[in-house]
């Protein structure tokens, strides 16, 4: 069974806000060239998976919002494969009541991004929110990429950051998008310190060296269990990031480097993230559906020649100790 953590379904780019727009056609190659993240196009690209997680966005400080309707509106489009994730700006008011009325929609989660809405993750509204979520087995699904762009507030959106969330809320189920990129180490280290810290590979699996470096990483810290899959769809589809997911020791091959045994890396794929982090899958009928459809194995996606495939991240072989990320 695969889930993918992390989807975004929009009408325009624009609803991200004008700053990341701008972000995103300043970095890509040639004009914008993404497909569409209709609910149609979301359906086919979620084909290889067996449930897929719609996030939600608001961001007061950049004018944007994914709102909740529009994410329940994906969600009842296909609900025996579609979960949602509402995205609450704790700094526009009400976060908890907010947070009840998407639950009563059937949201299953909480999406948000200090760096994007400006705010320090331990502020006291935040910390509202966050009690909230614990009350109600919610968890908690941190952005980073909309950090990155020239609106946004960097120094609110380090990882090490939620060391004061998690330390006083060790019950909250907190995933850190894309290790919490560009700070991956200390995504590392948070998830090292708590067992209720978890990371996807969102935004990773567009650039292998960095998402090589992520999980060699990982692997060497000895919490490859608490990563979890994201593919970033629009930005990259499901069947995309397996596939590099999959290849990733290819850019150590036939070096020196270490690699991640291909036995952690399925682990990873095929994690049933929906009990990891308490959610319920959607129905009766989704259950059905993910046991009856053709599983995504190695026959699809895992058949990468590299000769040092199963090579250990680490001299000992042991897939523990605090090595920092290759270079």
């Given at each position: 069974?695969?889930?993918?953590?992390?989807?975004?379904?929009?009408?325009?780019?624009?609803?991200?806000?004008?700053?990341?727009?701008q972000n995103v056609r300043r970095h890509s190659n040639g004009p914008w060239s993404h497909q569409p993240a209709t609910a149609d196009v979301h359906a086919q690209a979620m084909d290889?998976?067996?449930?897929?997680?719609?996030?939600?966005?608001?961001?007061?400080?950049?004018?944007?919002?994914?709102?909740?309707?529009?994410?329940?509106?994906?969600?009842?489009?296909?609900?025996?494969?579609?979960?949602?994730?509402?995205?609450?700006?704790?700094?526009?008011?009400?976060?908890?009541?907010?947070?009840?009325?998407?639950?009563?929609?059937?949201?299953?989660?909480?999406?948000?991004?200090?760096?994007?809405?400006?705010?320090?993750?331990?502020?006291?509204?935040?910390?509202?929110?966050?009690?909230?979520?614990?009350?109600?087995?919610?968890?908690?699904?941190?952005?980073?990429?909309?950090?990155?762009?020239?609106?946004?507030?960097?120094?609110?959106?380090?990882?090490?950051?939620?060391?004061?969330?998690?330390?006083?809320?060790?019950?909250?189920?907190?995933?850190?998008?894309?290790?919490?990129?560009?700070?991956?180490?200390?995504?590392?280290?948070?998830?090292?310190?708590?067992?209720?810290?978890?990371?996807?590979?969102?935004?990773?699996?567009?650039?292998?060296?960095?998402?090589?470096?992520?999980?060699?990483?990982?692997?060497?810290?000895?919490?490859?269990?608490?990563?979890?899959?994201?593919?970033?769809?629009?930005?990259?589809?499901?069947?995309?990031?397996?596939?590099?997911?999959?290849?990733?020791?290819?850019?150590?091959?036939?070096?020196?480097?270490?690699?991640?045994?291909?036995?952690?890396?399925?682990?990873?794929?095929?994690?049933?993230?929906?009990?990891?982090?308490?959610?319920?899958?959607?129905?009766?009928?989704?259950?059905?559906?993910?046991?009856?459809?053709?599983?995504?194995?190695?026959?699809?996606?895992?058949?990468?020649?590299?000769?040092?495939?199963?090579?250990?991240?680490?001299?000992?072989?042991?897939?523990?100790?605090?090595?920092?990320?290759?270079?």
């Amino acid at each position: 069974m695969i889930v993918d953590l992390h989807t975004r379904v929009w009408s325009s780019i624009e609803e991200l806000g004008p700053s990341v727009a701008q972000n995103v056609r300043r970095h890509s190659n040639g004009p914008w060239s993404h497909q569409p993240a209709t609910a149609d196009v979301h359906a086919q690209a979620m084909d290889p998976v067996a449930y897929a997680a719609v996030l939600g966005f608001e961001s007061g400080l950049l004018n944007a919002a994914i709102g909740p309707e529009k994410v329940a509106a994906a969600v009842a489009a296909n609900p025996a494969k579609n979960i949602g994730f509402v995205g609450i700006d704790p700094m526009l008011g009400g976060a908890v009541e907010r947070l009840e009325a998407a639950l009563e929609m059937g949201m299953v989660g909480v999406t948000l991004s200090p760096g994007a809405a400006g705010f320090h993750p331990a502020d006291t509204r935040a910390m509202a929110l966050y009690e909230a979520c614990v009350a109600r087995q919610v968890p908690v699904v941190v952005e980073s990429a909309a950090a990155l762009c020239s609106e946004a507030r960097m120094e609110f959106a380090r990882p090490y950051l939620f060391d004061e969330v998690a330390r006083a809320f060790p019950a909250l189920k907190l995933v850190l998008s894309g290790f919490g990129r560009p700070w991956v180490e200390q995504g590392v280290a948070m998830m090292s310190k708590h067992s209720g810290v978890y990371a996807d590979v969102s935004g990773l699996v567009q650039n292998s060296w960095q998402l090589y470096n992520a999980l060699v990483h990982a692997y060497q810290a000895g919490v490859m269990n608490q990563v979890l899959f994201g593919s970033g769809f629009p930005f990259c589809s499901p069947e995309e990031a397996i596939k590099t997911f999959y290849s990733v020791n290819t850019t150590s091959q036939g070096t020196p480097l270490p690699g991640v045994p291909r036995d952690q890396l399925r682990i990873v794929i095929e994690r049933d993230t929906l009990a990891e982090l308490g959610i319920a899958r959607p129905d009766a009928q989704g259950a059905a559906a993910a046991a009856a459809a053709q599983p995504v194995t190695a026959s699809a996606f895992e058949r990468v020649d590299v000769a040092n495939d199963d090579s250990p991240a680490s001299s000992g072989g042991s897939g523990s100790g605090s090595g920092g990320e290759a270079s």
